[in-house]
Each structure stands twice: as C-alpha cells, then as structure tokens.
C-alpha cells in the first residue's frame, strides 16, 4: 500500500529553527509537495521536490532524498504565524497526490 | 495559478437532506477533485471531477451519495446526498492546471448535519 509519515505534532519556540520530516513508499514517486493550512483554512502551496536536494524559499527549504523516500521541510527564524499544520504530499505513477496526515506546529513565544 | 471559489462557505442542514456544493475556477484547469477533512484530520480525496464523463470515485465513496458534475473544464458541483451528522466535514474543492502539478484550493465548505 502507499505511505506517508509525519509526525502528529511538534513544539518550537519562535525565532528557532524547526524540522518537520516525512518518509513516503508510494508506487512510484512524481514529486513531492508541501503544503500549510492555518486552522479552518484552505491549504496553501509551499513547495515542491522532484529532483534530490535542497530547494530554498525565504525562511522554508524542503530538501528531498528519493533514495531513502525522505523528505523535510525547514523553517527558520519561527514566527507566531508559522503556527499551522504542514502536510506532505507525494505525486504517485498514477499522478495522484497521496496525502500525510499533517504536522500540527505549535509556535511557543 | 487558479484561484477557486466554492459556495455556499458553510451550511447547517437536516437528516435526509441534500446539499449542493459549487466550485468555480478563475481559469481553465485539467483537473478537479473534491476532499473532505475532518477537524483536526488531513484530507481525504472523495473523487475526481472528469470534464464531459463520470466521475471517478475513491475507495469508500459512492456516486449515489456523492454525484459529482463537471460541465466544463471551469465549474464543478459535488453534491451531499441524504445527509446524516457523519457527513458533518469541511469539503474541498482543489484543482491543478497541469497534471502533477501544485493543487490550489477553494476555501472549503463548512457542512454541519443536525
């Protein structure tokens, strides 16, 4: 069957750097997408990995191993509005998104 | 990008009946999809808006509780047949302008069954 793990929910303390990670095994890998959704929100796009490394974006970077089916996003200099669940999400060989189910992130001052 | 607007925004129904839900993108997508979501929960894809055919269903969703339409490649509907309080959900309604590509979303639609 097809995969996604994330954890549940972590804890950082704003101006801190913090490391959401995610391991897939997906019949076949098209990408990998994260996403963040503020409570009672739509979610919105951050990011997308197809080939290994790192993509930086501002304060987020999401690095990409598809060797090891391992993907995370990181976030620096934490800010209260970081507070939001991230989900990652992986392009199958179907072309069908296959869903985590979320990191909630709590942003601590 | 696409920008998406479903309405209504949030509904509170009755037992047994149906509510419809629309989408409407701003440009001329490939693909729709409609999920729900659970507070709390990740997404949970219903089914796939095909333009012009039936369409495609995920394990545990049917057509006769969940008929979806897609007249064009712009508008979709899903609509919520005889509800009971477990349809209570957030629904989602997502589209990608190119196949594997980033889904935008709607803002949802806040459905409480009573």
């Known amino acids: 069957g097809q995969n996604i793990d994330q954890p549940t929910e972590m804890t950082a303390t704003e101006g801190a750097i913090v490391q959401i990670n995610c391991t897939y095994q997906?019949?076949?890998?098209?990408?990998l997408f994260w996403y963040q959704q503020h409570a009672g929100e739509a979610p919105t796009f951050l990011s997308y990995n197809v080939l290994d490394g790192l993509e930086e974006k501002g304060r987020f970077s999401s690095f990409l191993s598809r060797s090891k089916g391992y993907s995370y996003l990181l976030l620096k200099e934490l800010q209260m509005k970081d507070s939001a669940s991230y989900l990652c999400?992986?392009?199958?060989?179907?072309?069908?998104?296959?869903w985590g189910a979320g990191t909630k992130l709590i942003i601590k001052p | 990008s696409a920008v998406i607007s479903q309405k209504p925004s949030r509904d509170i129904c009755q037992r047994g009946t149906s509510l419809t839900i629309q989408c409407q993108v701003d440009?001329?997508?490939?693909?729709m999809f409609w999920y729900r979501q659970q507070p709390g929960q990740s997404l949970t894809l219903i089914a796939t808006a095909n333009q012009g055919s039936e369409a495609t269903y995920e394990s545990g969703f049917v057509i006769d509780k969940f008929p979806i339409s897609r007249p064009n490649l712009t508008f979709s509907t899903l609509t919520v047949s005889n509800m009971s309080p477990e349809d209570s959900s957030i629904y989602l309604c997502?589209?990608?302008?190119?196949?594997?590509?980033?889904?935008?979303f709607g803002p949802g639609t806040r459905l409480t069954v009573l």
């Open positions: 997502s589209a990608n302008v190119r196949v594997g590509n980033e889904q935008f």
């Open positions: 997906t019949s076949g890998f098209n990408g």
């Open positions: 999400a992986v392009v199958d060989s179907n072309y069908q998104l296959i």
């Open positions: 440009s001329q997508v490939t693909m």
